[in-house]
């Protein structure tokens, strides 16, 4: 076959990469873990039915079928088909109120796998891309404390990422609507959208907009104070009541909101959480904590993390199962990174060392270094060829792996030796006891353009 | 929605059984890691026409289509139509051509991904299944020692799992069709056919066929006296040569046999190398080596792991890139073992502490607990409600977490305590020092069956 080119909206990764998309995935799922989310991973596939349940996505849905049905058998029923699923909400939904007489509630899951869309491919939208996904669920009842806990949790996985510094912004549905409804708007949803166009229109159109649907202007004045609304800490609730605006609602959502900033407010790391009133996370079906993430510098990519609390994730007709949780989307935020060069990994291969080899003949020999090393957690790999021992060395330069093991044959004082092909620093060395500092062990991610890289 | 029912052909797992799945991939990557093989990912989806060029196959591919393709666009021709990979070796040559430029030759690389076949459900067969795959790449030339590498590496992963004794068999191409042209047949792949079929028909029916099919009857009894030999050191090759049939291709391969014999033959652990001159691999386009490895109890399963040896995984025209791979059926393995109860994890939480409460009140110095055990590997939840402490244990037995950590208020002494809920035992114990044993740390693999565990 001719030489293949990439597909548009299917990205893949060079060796080296990979190695940073893995590292990121292996950290988050550490610190998920650590926090007692269980991981799981559901079928690709879903009835049509189901994914089309959530609106506003069919033109986005890939249906699969076989390429030969059975020739005998009808076409099947558009209840029957099967689509890629495009988020990893839908199928855990489906996932808990199949398998909930043998889950414990409530119940921590994360999920990290691939989704598929048919979108417009543009940079950090992609057609099949991967998200980590973490939700609580529980049994009728979810207590306020696992949104607190769900924000905890992403925000510490982000912070122990190579990325850019990151801004969760978090909000309350129950203070928006409760605001709204306090002002004496009737469809709040209506002026959830308008508002929501905010940082895409700004506040003069969304103003107009508002003063168009037969809101007063003090209204829509109202709204877009709100909006303007953010911070760190209970000062934003101070901001909220000095509007003059009232409902039970509003004061559930306000105490939510100081609440979860109490306890997740401020920066941890690279990481800032942050109140801002002004989102509200589409025509989701959230009922109370939203949150968005963006990164600095990245703005254009949207929001690179989002989630909050569904009041019914599921329902099974006689049991509602509460949700809080947020996904994070590796491809949507690794992949600029990774193709603009701004991350990649130090080496190609996961071996820390090169075994050199004298002759074809030493090979047995050569592996048998090799399986000791390995024995002590040091992947290395042998040269493919006796080449001289120059050949040997542009091998392991050209992988980007850092030592290079010689045989007692190849070394001035008879013994064996490994060289640091960075330095050329030579020492003599034993298999059974040599180890390479802890950064050489595995590929480490690089920033190119950060002088102090990582 | 009302519950919903598995689909068949796509297995799910409970998170204790997902926990055994993950630790087999970790497992699996980390063997093929340290041997210097490289992870990487490729798309699920591949031109229709690449899925289409292996053959025999075809009824088994699903077609991935937008559900509303654009109203202008032309319908997609069968060549720009995307299926779902039916294996990982069609998208990693794909792989090699299109980034040959970019690849370090001998590439070695892994791959641990999902893929989808329209089969008939059945025990172990899958519509959506995951396979682990390593692979060497050449480029024009790959020699012999990459064989021996691949067995090697694959043997010393697949013992390093809960399995029970896994015996792979392999064979050389060259061998069996040096040995058939040396009998004078002419048209080999009718006799690997009809050989390839031996264990499912028996002898007489093999000696029938070839006999229907023209051959003597000395050819067909010389056939099935080749299929006969079996060994794992290099009496195999004295065996063959006593059937006194000679060609170089029969030297070649047999000389290839008695190398790989001679490095990996016999038991490494669970698994064992044996050469079963009856293994054919059917009408895949293996050149030289080929394996594949039987579970045994589980003989019905068929192969679990298999390969070999192409002398041309891909070619572009100019360059050929020659290959031997083998592959690992994961969801193959592992599903029957997991449905049946056969293995099952021992926890369905990653926690190894669950953390009690004195009060709601006292959540925040449970959260500051948790945190100080987190930073030190150990992962722990909350107790998801302050009720009475015999409520609080029974919430970490249910979940299976060994251990429950008490503050002051509820010992006796007035200091913190941690109990191991299986023996009841308590001890006083500071979060800044305590460490449950490595065996607690993380979910383990349970054999139920096995009076031992793991």
Same mark, same amino acid.
């Given at each position: 076959m001719s030489r293949p080119t990439p597909l548009s909206g299917y990205p893949e990764w060079l060796p080296a990469q990979r190695a940073v998309e893995q590292q990121v995935v292996d950290e988050l799922r550490r610190t998920f873990e650590l926090h007692g989310f269980a991981g799981i991973e559901t079928r690709a596939v879903e009835p049509m039915a189901q994914l089309l349940r959530k609106g506003e996505i069919d033109k986005e849905v890939y249906v699969v079928s076989r390429l030969? @049905? /059975? @020739? /005998? @058998?009808?076409? +099947?029923s558009d209840d029957r088909r099967l689509g890629l699923h495009f988020d990893l909400t839908v199928p855990f939904a489906r996932y808990v109120l199949e398998n909930s007489g043998k889950l414990q509630f409530p119940f921590r899951r994360y999920q990290i796998q691939k989704v598929w869309r048919g979108e417009r491919p543009q940079e950090g939208r992609y057609r099949e891309f991967c998200q980590a996904d973490i939700d609580v669920v529980g049994d009728g009842v979810l207590p306020f404390h696992h949104d607190i806990e769900v924000v905890e949790v992403m925000a510490e996985a982000m912070s122990r990422l190579p990325l850019p510094p990151l801004r969760m912004q978090v909000n309350n549905r129950k203070l928006v609507q409760g605001f709204y409804r306090g002002l004496g708007v009737e469809d709040v949803a209506a002026v959830l959208r308008a508002v929501d166009k905010l940082d895409k229109v700004g506040p003069d159109a969304v103003r107009a907009a508002l003063v168009a649907e037969g809101h007063s202007d003090a209204v829509a004045d109202a709204c877009l104070r709100l909006a303007a609304i953010s911070g760190t800490d209970a000062a934003v609730v101070e901001e909220v009541r000095a509007l003059g605006v009232h409902s039970d609602e509003l004061d559930e959502g306000l105490h939510e909101l100081a609440t979860l900033l109490d306890a997740t407010g401020g920066r941890r790391g690279t990481v800032q959480v942050v109140a801002a009133l002004k989102i509200a996370r589409g025509l989701d079906y959230y009922t109370g904590t939203v949150m968005e993430t963006v990164m600095e510098g990245y703005e254009q990519l949207g929001s690179i993390s989002a989630g909050g609390r569904y /009041? @019914?994730?599921? !329902?099974d007709g006689s049991t509602t199962y509460p949700g809080v949780g947020i996904s994070f989307g590796v491809s949507r935020t690794l992949g600029p990174l990774l193709a603009r060069g701004v991350l990649t990994g130090s080496r190609s291969t996961p071996s820390a060392v090169l075994v050199a080899l004298a !002759? +074809? +003949?030493a090979r047995p020999q050569a592996r048998a270094v090799a399986a000791a090393l390995r024995a002590r957690g040091i992947a290395c790999e042998l040269a493919p060829a006796a080449q001289k021992y120059g050949k040997q060395i542009r091998q392991a330069e050209r992988r980007g792996i850092p030592y290079v093991w010689f045989p007692a044959e190849a070394t001035a004082d008879g013994a064996p030796a490994v060289r640091d092909i960075r330095t050329g620093e030579q020492t003599g060395a034993d298999d059974a006891s040599w180890l390479p500092p802890d950064a050489d062990l595995r590929p480490s991610v690089i920033q190119p353009d950060d002088e102090q890289g990582e």
């Amino acid at each position: 076959m001719s030489r293949p080119t990439p597909l548009s909206g299917y990205p893949e990764w060079l060796p080296a990469q990979r190695a940073v998309e893995q590292q990121v995935v292996d950290e988050l799922r550490r610190t998920f873990e650590l926090h007692g989310f269980a991981g799981i991973e559901t079928r690709a596939v879903e009835p049509m039915a189901q994914l089309l349940r959530k609106g506003e996505i069919d033109k986005e849905v890939y249906v699969v079928s076989r390429l030969h @049905a /059975d @020739a /005998d @058998a009808q076409p +099947e029923s558009d209840d029957r088909r099967l689509g890629l699923h495009f988020d990893l909400t839908v199928p855990f939904a489906r996932y808990v109120l199949e398998n909930s007489g043998k889950l414990q509630f409530p119940f921590r899951r994360y999920q990290i796998q691939k989704v598929w869309r048919g979108e417009r491919p543009q940079e950090g939208r992609y057609r099949e891309f991967c998200q980590a996904d973490i939700d609580v669920v529980g049994d009728g009842v979810l207590p306020f404390h696992h949104d607190i806990e769900v924000v905890e949790v992403m925000a510490e996985a982000m912070s122990r990422l190579p990325l850019p510094p990151l801004r969760m912004q978090v909000n309350n549905r129950k203070l928006v609507q409760g605001f709204y409804r306090g002002l004496g708007v009737e469809d709040v949803a209506a002026v959830l959208r308008a508002v929501d166009k905010l940082d895409k229109v700004g506040p003069d159109a969304v103003r107009a907009a508002l003063v168009a649907e037969g809101h007063s202007d003090a209204v829509a004045d109202a709204c877009l104070r709100l909006a303007a609304i953010s911070g760190t800490d209970a000062a934003v609730v101070e901001e909220v009541r000095a509007l003059g605006v009232h409902s039970d609602e509003l004061d559930e959502g306000l105490h939510e909101l100081a609440t979860l900033l109490d306890a997740t407010g401020g920066r941890r790391g690279t990481v800032q959480v942050v109140a801002a009133l002004k989102i509200a996370r589409g025509l989701d079906y959230y009922t109370g904590t939203v949150m968005e993430t963006v990164m600095e510098g990245y703005e254009q990519l949207g929001s690179i993390s989002a989630g909050g609390r569904y /009041d @019914a994730l599921a !329902s099974d007709g006689s049991t509602t199962y509460p949700g809080v949780g947020i996904s994070f989307g590796v491809s949507r935020t690794l992949g600029p990174l990774l193709a603009r060069g701004v991350l990649t990994g130090s080496r190609s291969t996961p071996s820390a060392v090169l075994v050199a080899l004298a !002759s +074809e +003949e030493a090979r047995p020999q050569a592996r048998a270094v090799a399986a000791a090393l390995r024995a002590r957690g040091i992947a290395c790999e042998l040269a493919p060829a006796a080449q001289k021992y120059g050949k040997q060395i542009r091998q392991a330069e050209r992988r980007g792996i850092p030592y290079v093991w010689f045989p007692a044959e190849a070394t001035a004082d008879g013994a064996p030796a490994v060289r640091d092909i960075r330095t050329g620093e030579q020492t003599g060395a034993d298999d059974a006891s040599w180890l390479p500092p802890d950064a050489d062990l595995r590929p480490s991610v690089i920033q190119p353009d950060d002088e102090q890289g990582e």
